[in-house]
């Protein structure tokens, strides 16, 4: 029976000559990940046995074993992360299956061009992930403090008769929703654009819920730079400058990584 071919990514041949391929256990976790030559490139990979990973017994562990899937999603990763600090890489998604080196290679032929070009375009960058965190309570105190429209409103209900007052302290509540969701995103999006000064590309991601983050505050901005390398300690002071000046009204900034350049390497 042939073997199945997993692909974690690319890498530029002349590196994978210059720094030997560590050790890594594949996917299946007894053989270890190899390289194919691919014209100036090399795949990295590792062979399956077809009748442990076929399409259909993945769906099915996929499906009903979280445990496994756990399991396989973080030895992606590493394994993935393990590349990234050594070469220049094209991650692949999780779970990218050819049923042979022949299919891999058909694939590959209409590509090799564009792939070599971004192997290029990715040497010597770096990705980062920005997120954004608010404390809604605590902005909500600051804007009740400082925002001209609060004020302006307060000073509207307090000469109101006391029927008036009490449905006007209602929409009271809503407007203080409308400036707090308005000055969230007005800080992000200056954020955004102090840290995309040193960016070459940026990209701006969903929001994660507090059930992905495992957080009490809620996540307000969440984006992705891609930054020459020498960029990335200027990006980082500035980010330092930026916390001091929002960390008193509720904001928390964090910044991680480098991460491999999935949004970058714009290959699907």
């Not at 996917?27 to 190899?34: G, H, L, N, Q, T």
């Not at 209409?110 to 070009?117: L, P, R, S, W």
């Amino acid at each position: 029976m042939e073997q199945l071919i997993y692909l974690y990514g690319f890498i530029p041949e002349n590196e994978s000559k210059e720094k030997p391929l560590p050790k890594i256990n594949g996917f299946d976790d007894k053989e270890s990940i190899y390289t194919i030559p691919v014209g100036s490139m090399e795949a990295v990979v590792c062979g399956l046995n077809e009748s442990e990973f076929s399409e259909q017994v993945l769906q099915e562990k996929t499906e009903n074993d979280m445990d496994w899937l756990q399991q396989k999603a973080l030895h992606h990763h590493q394994t993935i992360m393990d590349l990234n600090d050594t070469y220049t890489l094209i991650p692949l998604q999780f779970c990218t299956i050819y049923k042979n080196e022949e299919r891999l290679y058909q694939t590959i032929e209409t590509k090799k061009e564009k792939m070599k070009n971004t192997l290029e375009n990715l040497k010597e960058k770096e990705e980062w992930n920005l997120k954004i965190y608010c404390a809604d309570q605590q902005l909500k105190a600051d804007i009740s403090q400082h925002s001209s429209t609060i004020e302006a409103k307060k000073q509207e209900i307090n000469h109101l008769s006391p029927g008036r007052r009490f449905f006007e302290m209602k929409k009271m509540d809503s407007l203080m929703e409308e400036e707090l969701e308005k000055e969230k995103h007005q800080i992000c999006k200056e954020v955004h654009e102090q840290m995309n000064q040193f960016a070459l590309e940026s990209i701006i991601k969903k929001n994660w819920n507090k059930e992905m983050t495992g957080r009490k505050e809620n996540m307000c901005w969440n984006s992705v730079y891609f930054l020459e390398r020498p960029m990335v300690e200027s990006l980082k002071d500035k980010l330092v400058q930026i916390e001091k000046s929002v960390d008193k009204r509720g904001f928390t900034l964090e910044l991680s990584g480098p991460w491999p350049a999935y949004h970058f390497s714009d290959l699907k």
